[in-house]
């Protein structure tokens, strides 16, 4: 259970264009998610959380204009790299938590990330 | 605040050997902790976990102790593989917020 697919895997776009990136919950909903972005040889840093039928949250520092996030249902969010430029080239990875699972102690679930390429 | 320090990798073993990647962490509360394993070019996988004090997860070979005294959840397996190269982050999540506070994660690599 508590699967998390997230596509696509990589992407190579053009400075300037935008590109789109989904994560779902597979076989349970999700009221937040987490959107995280990693470095090379880096740790994860959190972006934002995505809250369903509700704007996100966004990390200090995190630029709200240029990452937009959609949770537009209990199974979807998506984000969105604006007007993309080559230092937005990263490995962007969502999380989302079944709900009882942290009282359950059961950890978050990640999707396989995607490796965005600006060129 | 919630915070989480891991030991700083590179980790070098040879195959076989005896691994231990320490992580101890500050929290209020007693949170739940995680280890969580990134194989190369993937997203994350939960390793393994513990809920409360004295708590020991496990899961392929790895072992971990909730240990409240110390704060501290220390990674180890008795005998790597090469296969087990990969990064690994030690995390709690927040009181406030349920976000997940990771370490900076330790890069294992095994040599065979």
């Known amino acids: 259970g508590a699967v998390v697919s997230q596509h696509p895997s990589w992407v190579i776009c053009k400075s300037g264009t935008s590109v789109k990136i989904e994560c779902r919950s597979l076989d349970f909903q999700a009221t937040t998610m987490f959107w995280y972005r990693q470095f090379p040889k880096q740790s994860l840093m959190l972006m934002a959380t995505s809250n369903e039928g509700s704007k996100a949250t966004y990390e200090q520092g995190v630029e709200k204009d240029k990452f937009l996030i959609n949770h537009a249902s209990l199974t979807l969010s998506t984000l969105t790299v604006t007007s993309a430029h080559p230092e937005d080239s990263s490995f962007y990875i969502c999380s989302a938590r079944a709900p009882g699972a942290l009282q359950l102690g059961y950890g978050y679930t990640f999707g396989s990330g995607t490796r965005l390429t600006v060129v | 605040g919630d915070s989480v320090t891991q030991m700083e990798g590179p980790v070098t073993l040879s195959e076989e050997a005896f691994l231990t990647i320490n992580c101890t962490y500050t929290?209020?509360?007693?949170?739940?902790l995680f280890w969580y394993v990134q194989y190369p070019g993937e997203g994350l996988q939960l390793l393994l976990k513990a809920t409360k004090a004295d708590d020991k997860g496990s899961n392929k070979g790895f072992e971990a102790t909730y240990r409240k005294e110390t704060t501290s959840f220390h990674l180890e397996k008795g005998s790597v593989q090469v296969s087990d190269s990969a990064v690994y982050f030690c995390?709690?999540?927040?009181?406030?917020?349920?976000?997940?506070?990771f370490g900076a994660g330790t890069i294992l690599r095994v040599k065979s």
């Open positions: 995390a709690l999540p927040m009181e406030y917020g349920n976000k997940l506070v």
């Open positions: 929290a209020t509360g007693y949170p739940s």
